[in-house]
C-alpha cells in the first residue's frame, strides 16, 4: 500500500510565506515526477509546479515566489511559498508517479487529499 499525506497548509497573511510537504509512505521501488496543484471552488484543478530528475517547471502565476523541492532519501517533495497573495488561496494537492514494486516496471499516480492555503488579512 502506498500513501501520499500533504501537511503544511495554513492561514498567513498576504506577503507571508509557508512550506508544504509532500510524503510517500508504504511500498516505494521508485518515483519519478513530482507535482504539486492547486483547487479553487467551482474551478479545476491547475498545475503549480512539477519536478523530475534534474528539471523543474513552475506555472507563470508562481514564477519566482514558489520553489519546489524533492529529498529522494527521504521520499518527499515540498513546496516553498513566498510572497503569498490572496489568489494563492486554494486547496493544495500533491502527486507522484510512483513505482511500487521492483519486481514490476509500472508506475501508478498517487494523489494526496489536499491542504489548505488560506492568504487573508
Known amino acids: 500500500q502506498v500513501q501520499v499525506v500533504e501537511s503544511g497548509g495554513g492561514l498567513v497573511q498576504p506577503g507571508g510565506s509557508l512550506r508544504l510537504s509532500c510524503a510517500a509512505s508504504?511500498?516505494?521501488?521508485?518515483?519519478?515526477?513530482m507535482a504539486w496543484y492547486r483547487q479553487t471552488p467551482g474551478k479545476q484543478r491547475e498545475l503549480v509546479a512539477e519536478?523530475?530528475?534534474?528539471?523543474?517547471n513552475y506555472a507563470d502565476s508562481v514564477k519566482g515566489r514558489f520553489t519546489i523541492s524533492r529529498d529522494n532519501a527521504r521520499n518527499t517533495m515540498y513546496l516553498q511559498m513566498n510572497s503569498l497573495q490572496p489568489e494563492d488561496t486554494a486547496v493544495y494537492y500533491c502527486?507522484?508517479?510512483?513505482?511500487?514494486?521492483?519486481?514490476?516496471?509500472?508506475?501508478?499516480?498517487?494523489w494526496g487529499e489536499g491542504t489548505q492555503v488560506t492568504v487573508s488579512s
Open positions: 519536478i523530475s530528475s534534474g528539471s523543474t
Open positions: 508504504g511500498s516505494i521501488f521508485d518515483i519519478r515526477t
Open positions: 502527486n507522484m508517479d510512483l513505482r511500487p514494486s521492483a519486481w514490476r516496471d509500472v508506475y501508478y499516480l498517487y
